[in-house]
């Protein structure tokens, strides 16, 4: 076998098929999967290219098997971060299996990945004409984090806002209501259906196997609520075979450093048990995942319990067609820490206010959440040429608050049908074209109940001219809310993207918008002591927005990744503060603001030259602005930095990541805390891991240095925390 650079391993075999009348035993393909010393490689993910539903990952032995096959000339993918390519010829029989084993060659970097959401299509991660920041398997186990957000935290241009989403300044901070980021499931929508937002506890950390994050609008295939960009949450594909996991957490909190701040007399503490397993076979395979945390907190009235289940089939009743149903449950009791402790409102010791302590007048504030969702999709490979899909997804969420009193129950059922056609032999031309809909219900005390329906249509096109990849489309969306009226929007795309000696450039610009969420239209609650009210007549937000950026190999030590981005924003929804015919102040979501959001996102992976350290750099320059008053947007730091570093050493390996946040020039809508002295945060986390066999034990040190600070109005972010996980494969 011949190695050569990339980060996927192929094995290509060209044979003849056979005639497509001829009725044929299937064949199957089985093999280990080892580097050039001979240990076995796990976790390399097998398919068949072009094929849809013939897929599977090696295990702890290096171990893999596929099928079933039809026989003659296939394409098999083996994919594995940090390997090199090897090719391979073989031939399928009928009837029969074929062993094939296949060794791989060490490689410092993936430098062309395989994505799925940047074009609602696989396409290699140098095609695309928008930034994509990729959070692979080995991220997520390295962090030895436990939800999806901690992971996606890190990734280059991400910043969280109290669990708000923000992909280069887009989203701000608004408790959690109308997001302008969109999070998929497998390609499947599960921004709430009353508020617009995420629930990032949705989708248990154990099934998620990569999250792809599309950086800029993405209106022009998903709609609303991709203003800002796109989070897709990949789970594992079920291997062949009987496979386990089991994965177990513990740790502690940090005490306050000052006794002053003391609020209990013993060490918080947190721990978690996720169970996963699964059995594949040629044509059916199932999983299961069954969990539950618990966390003391790190400051008062901070408790919380969640039970969380998660199931996966697969169906392969012919070579070409894959039926997948999926689905979770999460049902998650917290209690909620509103803003700290200001002098007077509770035992303040004498301070001018107590981070971790809460006004006594909010004691008692506890919610119960339940969400889950439903989604089956039927995946058809017609020909070479031609593959459709066809989705139906359900979701559903529910939460009741205690002090004060709210509750709301809100479901979203969504349904698309997309077919991708390749008119000319290879991948020269592509067009992917589709339509979807969806219809949410909110019945609530605080929102009343409301209805709303969706109808897309969507189709996008690509071609190739010598070096470069010429792509255009849009998409009509149109949506009847009651109480609210009709409205259509257009949201057009178009880019190019060019191989050179200094790199793949890419060039795009689009419209994207972010229809107003039912929350933000019909909320009646309180906030700040003021009364919040409706605004039904709220219309939808719309930006125009524009990238070049360019990927760079940097020899064979590193990769560079960097991208100048501008948007011009309209009719944004922000809560604003007004006057009721009685010169009273209230609070409503209005169409107020004109921003525009411009800076520069840069990422950079490297290798030095000592064996076994790889090191990473990010940073996002922001220039935030809001025209309509000629200042800065709230809840945008200029800068953010991510440095990561990670060693390994036979068994072992160790790292971390630092992040610097500048100091958030603007608070909105935050009464006293709007001029407070706020600073640039500093945070280091730090990791260690030994694995031997099917154990993995990992150490995470996160806020190292025990930082105390906050990045939204009278919330204290987390203290240092260690934990232990523990992690057994089968």
């Not at 806002?161 to 499931?185: A, D, H």
């Not at 966390?295 to 008062?300: I, T």
């Not at 809460?358 to 959440?369: E, F, K, L, W």
């Not at 007004?578 to 409503?588: F, M, N, R």
Request: proline letters at 5%.
């Amino acid at each position: 076998m011949t190695p050569a650079a990339g980060w996927a391993a192929l094995a290509v075999v060209w044979l003849s098929a056979p005639s497509p009348g001829a009725a044929q035993a299937l064949g199957v393909v089985y093999g280990t999967i080892s580097d050039t010393t001979g240990a076995p490689i796990a976790h390399v993910r097998v398919s068949t290219a072009g094929v849809t539903g013939v897929a599977g990952v090696s295990d702890v032995a290096g171990r893999y098997r596929v099928g079933p096959l039809t026989p003659g000339r296939v394409v098999l993918r083996f994919e594995r971060l940090a390997y090199r390519a090897a090719l391979d010829s073989i031939t399928v029989p009928a009837g029969d299996s074929l062993q094939l084993d296949v060794t791989l060659h060490a490689g410092r970097f993936a430098l062309v990945p395989l994505v799925v959401t940047a074009a609602k299509r696989s396409q290699l991660l140098d095609q695309s004409v928008t930034s994509i920041a990729l959070v692979t398997d080995s991220d997520l186990a390295r962090r030895a984090v436990s939800t999806v957000d901690e992971a996606v935290n890190k990734a280059p241009g991400v910043l969280f806002l109290n669990g708000q989403v923000n992909i280069r300044g887009s989203s701000g901070f608004v408790e959690g209501v109308g997001s302008r980021v969109l999070l998929l499931v497998d390609g499947v929508p599960a921004n709430e259906g009353d508020r617009g937002g995420i629930d990032w506890d949705m989708v248990p950390l154990d099934v998620a196997e990569r999250v792809e994050v599309v950086k800029g609008v993405g209106s022009s295939l998903y709609g609303s609520a991709a203003l800002g960009g796109v989070i897709n949450v990949l789970t594992r594909d079920i291997p062949v075979g009987l496979h386990a996991r089991v994965r177990a957490t513990g740790g502690a909190y940090a005490n306050p450093p000052n006794d002053a701040w003391r609020f209990r007399g013993s060490t918080g503490g947190l721990g978690g048990l996720d169970v996963t397993s699964s059995y594949g076979g040629d044509a059916l395979r199932a999983s299961l995942t069954l969990g539950g945390r618990h966390s003391d907190g790190y400051r008062e009235q901070d408790r919380s319990d969640q039970w969380e289940a998660a199931g996966k089939t697969a169906w392969m009743p012919a070579p070409g067609t894959r039926v997948t149903a999926s689905g979770s449950w999460t049902s998650h009791q917290y209690q909620v820490s509103p803003p700290w402790c200001e002098q007077g409102r509770c035992n303040d010791r004498g301070l001018a206010y107590q981070p971790f302590l809460i006004d006594t007048a909010d004691r008692g504030a506890y919610t119960r959440s339940d969400k889950g969702y439903l989604a089956a999709v039927l995946e058809r490979t017609a020909s070479a040429r031609f593959a459709w899909q066809a989705r139906g997804s359900w979701l559903r969420t529910h939460f009741a608050s205690v002090q004060p009193s709210e509750w709301a129950v809100a479901n979203r059922f969504g349904t698309e049908l997309r077919g991708t056609v390749h008119p000319g032999e290879g991948d020269a031309r592509v067009l992917t074209v589709g339509v979807e809909g969806a219809r949410s219900d909110v019945t609530s005390d605080l929102f009343g109940s409301h209805a709303q329906s969706e109808l897309a249509a969507y189709g996008e096109g690509e071609v190739r001219a010598g070096a470069a990849r010429l792509s255009v489309g849009a998409r009509l969306d149109a949506r009847a809310l009651d109480g609210a009226g009709f409205d259509a929007i257009l949201s057009p795309r178009a880019g190019a993207v060019l191989s050179t000696p200094a790199g793949t450039w890419r060039l795009s610009a689009g419209r994207g918008f972010r229809a107003p969420s039912m929350a933000e239209r019909f909320v009646r609650t309180a906030a700040f002591g003021l009364q919040v009210i409706p605004n039904p007549g709220l219309e939808s937000e719309t930006a125009w927005a524009f990238e070049l950026g360019d990927a760079t190999p940097l020899g064979s030590w590193g990769r560079l990744d960097a991208a100048l981005f501008w948007t011009e924003a309209r009719r944004l929804i922000e809560p604003a503060f007004i006057k009721d015919s009685a010169g009273v102040p209230k609070i409503q979501f209005q169409n107020v603001a004109r921003a525009r959001v411009r800076g520069l996102d840069l990422s950079l992976v490297a290798a030095p030259a000592i064996p076994g350290l790889t090191t990473t750099l990010a940073y996002t320059f922001l220039d935030a602005r809001d025209l309509a008053t000629d200042s800065v947007l709230g809840f945008r730091p200029k800068h953010l930095v991510t440095l990561g570093a990670d060693y390994a050493w036979r068994a072992l390996t160790v790292g971390g990541d630092f992040r610097y946040v500048s100091r958030i020039e603007r608070i909105v809508l935050a009464g006293s805390w709007a001029n407070d002295p706020r600073v640039a945060t500093q945070v280091l986390d730090l990791r260690a891991a030994w694995q031997r066999g099917p154990l993995l034990a990992r150490l995470l040190v996160a806020n190292a240095l025990n930082y105390i600070y906050n990045l939204t109005p009278g919330t204290l972010e987390p203290v240092r925390t260690v934990s232990v996980i523990l992690t057994w494969t089968y």
